[in-house]
């Protein structure tokens, strides 16, 4: 690993980004706008929203993040950018890092204004400290990058790459907690729960939401978001392949 071309790699990823209006709208409005729609398909039971808003909040940034992310980065490799990248004195490790603080800058400033607008227009109500909404929410979208960045890998092209999204993130979606408690689950489907990350970034959402601080439960669930990020990252640098074809 080298600070240095992490951090060229970084720089250069934003600048594309700067040049690409399409793609920043997507990674920083759409969040918003689903929070919008949601509060106002619950505008007649503001309970609901009270009760999914915060984990929503980190859902949909973290849905963003791992589509833009695994397309973008797919996009690189079949223009052979990627490749004549590593041609040079460049670590795998370095280059997915170097996306990953690019990206992850991106899901700070999408958390703030998803945050900003569910606490503010939206009319959010969180029992817990919001500081720590907000971290988890970041943390949720710096784990959808890691994984967008590591199933790109595995797709040959940008429609492949979107696949991976039902096919990756809905079984998540679908056992996280989010509609049906993981403990009112089949137990079969309360043990594949407990092996995915979204689980325990929804229970550290609605734990704050319920007004718990910074516990050890919550941060256990901080550390599996964070270790399963990681992980994506590690796995990511193995996968990689140093040609296209």
Known sequence: MNAARTLATARRVLLQLRHDPRTVGLLLV???VLLVLLKYMFEGQPGTFQRIGAPLLGIFPMIVMFLVTAVATLRE??????????????????????????????AVVQGALAFGLSLGPLGLDPEGPAWLLFLVAVADGLLGT????????????????VQFLPAFLFPQLLL???????????????????????????DAMERVTAGAGLTAEVGRDLLVVGGSALLALALGAATLRRRTG
Not at 146 to 158: M, N, P, Q, W, Y
Not at 176 to 202: K, N
């Open 77 to 106: 490799r079949t223009s052979g950018t990627l490749e004549r990248l590593l041609t040079m004195p460049l670590a795998k490790l370095d280059l997915l890092l170097g996306y990953a603080l690019a990206f992850g800058a991106v």
């Open 176 to 202: 996280c907690g989010l509609f049906v408690p993981r403990g009112q689950m089949a137990p079969w489907l309360a043990w594949i729960s407990d092996l995915m990350p979204l689980s325990y970034a929804v």
């Open 146 to 161: 890691a994984l967008g960045l590591f199933v790109s890998a595995f797709a040959a092209t940008e429609f492949q790459a």
């Open 30 to 32: 759409v969040p918003c």
